[in-house]
DNA sequence: GCAGATTGTATCGCTTGCGATATAAAATAA
DNA sequence: TTATTTTATATCGCAAGCGATACAATCTGC
């Protein structure tokens, strides 16, 4: 009847599902390792360069400190990452990986990637459909992020 | 150092990140109406077909109940729509619109669509590219949500 | 130096998502 | 029928996300 309110015709629900069940995928794997989706990323900003205030892992992963701050408590309970006062600023909290959270790397990397692809080979996409996607959702991302 | 694990070429990063933002993009307008996206994406299926049980929803949105029946709860509360048992299986809740749960659809339309829009304006994106946009993420999304 | 604005982080309250488990009605087996 | 299994929904507990607000350290203007 209103074909702007077909749910199937709507970019915003494949977005909201495709998310949903790609970190559905990580799980096992994760799980695995004892964390969750959005602390693994948390952990992947960390691995490609330790010891960031918190504020920089926030804009690296386009969350708000309300989302983050207490994402790292519950990481630093589990002895992932360390979080001290900075010694210039000393309203900045430093975000330093545990010998714990740095040896998950390697975990990670023959665990995880492996496991997702085993997943998504039934998918019949190329690498070349999964770069125009990538490419797509970083126009979403770029225009939605800057308002 | 292991390309694997950078972020930048995650898809699954990107698919988290566009569907928070998309997502907080309709916010504003959802607000307006008083209720969140996920009541949105239930009215949406609502306003399709009235009268559906729970487990049909569900399946529509690629749901669990555990996740549903709370949402549906909050609805019902706020007068959206009501559940009553099922007549022919007495296990089934039968979700209908209230008149207050119909009305929403007439302001939803004037106001989502074109809010969205206006905000993606900005994005260099054209109807072609949302279109495999869109066709990707079905694949994805029949993919794993059949394992 | 100091009052006011800004910045960096934290806290609170609420709604999702989801794994695990529970419960009751219906279907099936015996 | 009665026991067993399956199905439809609900409950519980916990980790995100996020709007609103708080707070302390730093910066700015004077």
């Known amino acids: 009847m209103y074909p702007e309110l077909q749910i199937d015709r709507q970019l915003c629900f494949r977005l909201y599902t495709a ?3 790609v970190t559905g995928a990580y799980t096992p794997m994760l799980t695995a390792l004892g964390i969750t989706y959005p602390q693994y990323l948390v952990l992947l900003v960390l691995w490609e360069k330790d010891r960031q205030p918190v504020g920089e892992i926030a804009r690296r992963l ?3 400190t309300n989302t983050i701050t207490p994402l790292l408590q519950r990481m630093e309970k589990q002895g ?3 979080r001290t006062r900075g010694e210039s600023d000393r309203r900045q909290q430093i975000v330093a990986l ?3 959270g740095r040896a998950l790397q390697e975990q990670a990397l023959t665990t ?3 496991g ?3 997943k998504l080979s039934a998918c019949p996409l190329g690498a ?3 770069r125009q996607l990538a490419e ?3 126009q979403i991302i770029a225009t939605l992020s800057q308002q």
């Open 62 to 64: 386009l969350l708000e």
């Open 19 to 21: 998310s949903r069940l």
């Open 80 to 82: 992932l990452l360390s």
């Open 98 to 100: 545990t010998d714990k």
């Open 112 to 114: 995880v990637p492996r």
């Open 136 to 138: 797509g959702l970083d």
């Open 128 to 130: 070349e459909d999964y």
């Open 116 to 118: 997702l692809g085993l």
